[in-house]
């Protein structure tokens, strides 16, 4: 799309490479924005954006948030982090660093530029939760010293950081709590249980359902999550968040397992796996905050948004 270059904003993405990076980066280069993804290609890879490379619009920087950055943007929205359980548990210490120093260093960088600055934090910061489903006011249980930590704290830490920068330095700041969210792009081995279930139904081996299977998530298609994220970051500036965003669809991991071997037509079996330390029983967002005020519930339903992501699967060289 063509966009007068008096409205035309320059915006920095962390984590731009990842999953949910790249497909908010594709939605801002079609809105007509000018992107910098910023990324150190731990997690992510530089194929989710390749097709953008030598667009006039949209620069890669291999860059490390736990690093000083220097830039003039008008926006940022700051994902850089390991997400999923495997992947965060791999450096837990590397985990927590990114996300502290990484908040850290992009909220100086928009105290200096006085910009807006978005941050994608988690449903992990209720931990295992008490009260069902979460609200943004609930503030969480949270083991801070097992294996989960250093993602959950990390986050919350960040969360903190966003809020007193806006308090003493009056930063423009939009905190989004993502619930999971699942669709093309995820990295196969990421070990999170959409990717597993699917890859494991297309390679004819056992869908690995961890403990007995009745513990609960609610799944969001990426291109509902990132018009979320849109509205969130052109809502007035009052509105902070942070917001939760996510499908209050609410199912067990065998219900998540029958659908996708119906949807594969798989012949594949399921076989019971230990269930992880500090494994979250049930989790689902309420969405009260972000209907009233952005406007916003998800749109593609399960069955829809996993017949998407299945084909993206099938077809990964
Ligand atoms: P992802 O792993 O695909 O993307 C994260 C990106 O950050 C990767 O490209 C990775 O290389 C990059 N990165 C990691 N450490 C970095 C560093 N130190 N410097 C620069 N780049 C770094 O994960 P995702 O699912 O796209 O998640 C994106 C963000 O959304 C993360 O902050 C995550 O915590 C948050 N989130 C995701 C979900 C979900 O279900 N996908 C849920 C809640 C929150
Ligand atoms: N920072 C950055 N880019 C900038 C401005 C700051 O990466 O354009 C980093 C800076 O190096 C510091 C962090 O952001 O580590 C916090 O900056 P702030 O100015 O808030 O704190 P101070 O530098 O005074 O400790
Ligand atoms: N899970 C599973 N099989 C797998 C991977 C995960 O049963 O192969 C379970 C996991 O124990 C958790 C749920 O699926 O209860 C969601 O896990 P994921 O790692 O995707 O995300 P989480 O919400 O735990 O961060």
Redesign the pocket.
Known sequence: MARLYESRKRILV??G?????SHLIDRLIEQGHEVIC???????AKRNVEHLHNHPRFEFLR????NPLKIEVDEIYN??????PV?YQHNPVLTTK?SVM?ALNMLGLAKRLRCRIFQ?????VYGDPEVHPQREDYWGHVNPIGARACYDEG?RCAETLFFDYRRAHGVDIKVAR????YGPRM?PR?GRVVSNFIMQALAGEDLTIYGDGSQTRSFCYCDDLVEGFLRLMESEPGMTGPVNLGNPGEFTMTELARLVLKLTGSRSKVTHLPLPEDDPRQRKPDIALAKTKLGWEPKVPLAEGLARTIDYFRHLG
């Open positions: 962390t984590g490479a990842g999953f949910l990076g910023a990324d150190n290609l731990l997690t992510g860059h490390d948030v736990c994902l850089a982090c390991p997400a999923s992947h990114t990484g994608a934090s988690t449903s992990e986050k993502i619930f999971n969210t990295h990421d």
